[in-house]
């Protein structure tokens, strides 16, 4: 998908006094984890919350099973999700259906 792209800090990129557009299916994954369910007021079922998952006492924490529904909303076919039992990172395989 091709976008604005964003920096480092969430800032619109600017090269030679212009807007930078590229591939931002990264950046729109991103977004998607990180934003708080209800955030956009038009579509208030969007977002992960990843935030709310962090030093969750539950055993089966279901942050990739909500990873993949809304990556799934936003039309893109998930391959995989998992987390990097060394870095605690969530790893992720998905990608837009073009």
Known sequence: MKDLLLNN????????????????????????????PGSFFE???????AED?????EEDNPL??????Q???????VISISFNSQTGDLVYDADYNN
Do not use: C, M, W, Y
Not at 71 to 77: C, I, M
């Open 53 to 57: 998952f962090l030093n969750s006492n």
């Open 9 to 36: 800090e969430g800032d619109l990129q600017i090269k030679a006094a212009d807007l930078v557009i590229g591939t931002s299916n990264r950046q729109h994954q991103e977004a998607l984890i990180i934003t708080q």
């Open 71 to 77: 990556f799934t909303k936003d039309g893109q076919v």
């Open 64 to 69: 990739a099973a909500v990873v993949r529904e």
């Open 43 to 49: 579509t208030p079922d969007v977002g992960v919350g």
